[in-house]
């Protein structure tokens, strides 16, 4: 059986995190001069490096949720490949379902003729997902699993997840009032974009690898890429392996190491679509972990992200204030958020 994957007092303390901002939670959810100190904060940490980590996020998602939800991720990929393909990944319109090592090459390329390029000289992701999203959406059920031989276990996964996604979407929701106020927006400037849920919560599991396989120094377990949507929630366990692009002229990547009371945000492409690339949406990619292997192989790593996106039948064209560009206007066409998605995800698969 997999063991629960997360706990909360154990973090890494090894590689470099410094030029990641620390951003607390508690001001945005008030409504005093720390607030709008940290709104800006957001926005700078989101314009200049693209990452943050978000401290006392247990305020709007409990502990024992998060934990809960990576035992649930544990037992759900422990079960034979079979049950899990039972439930597969059969959309992009979709987008919910498990997806097995090696369907998905996660990459910066936009069509399926450059994904299999990239499949080609770089090797398959060494990782397997499950995504879930909101309930009640026409043509698109969720995949529940079926009660298996984890008992209770099976049976509370269903409710596990929707009560954590709904958790997620309020911080989504809190973190765009947030970003409104930074950009000198109403407050509820984004609640219009983001009153449906139109989410993604993806369970991620990297098995268990021998060293060797990232010998030749091509292979890793996520390719690099940005995500496609507004922001991303990521919940790591303490393996460790992610890594950002440096904001600066030096390039390089940088180790998002996983920090005890934290969660990893990361804004997307839509989000810097839509502030006419004020925002950065910055590359990123898991690999093999700094972490001491045990007899030769590097232990499995789980982790949680939720991808955030503007309600999918909404228009995204650029902010107010953002399209003063050297050119004086948008850099982009406005886009259907829903359509947008689509056509990426269409592309990775």
Known sequence: MAPAAFTEDESLSTGDHATLPLIPLEPLLEDSLATRDTAQKLLSAFRNEGFLYLSDYSKAIPTGLVKDVFAQSAHFFDRPLKEKEALEWDSARSNRGYTRQGREKTSQA???????????SAGEDIKESFEIGRENEDGCPNHWPSLGDDGLKASSFQTTMMRFFDCC???????????AIGMGLDETFFDGFVRNGDNTLRLLHYPEVPCSVFKDGNRVRAGEHTDY?????LFQDKSGGL???????????????????????????????????????????????AAEPIADSHPARYSVAYFCNPDFDRTIEALPKTSETSQGSSRYASVNSGEYLVQRLTATY
């Open 110 to 120: 936009l069509t399926r003729q450059d994904v299999a390029r990239v499949r080609e």
């Open 229 to 233: 949507g507004s922001l991303t929630l």
């Open 169 to 179: 979407k309020t911080l989504h929701r809190i973190l765009m009032r947030g970003l």
């Open 243 to 289: 890594q950002v692009e440096r904001p600066t002229e030096a390039g390089g990547w940088l180790d998002v190491v996983p920090i005890s009371g934290t969660i990893v945000v990361n804004a997307g492409d839509l989000l810097a679509r839509w502030s006419n690339d004020l925002i950065r949406s910055t590359k990123h990619r898991v690999i093999e972990p």
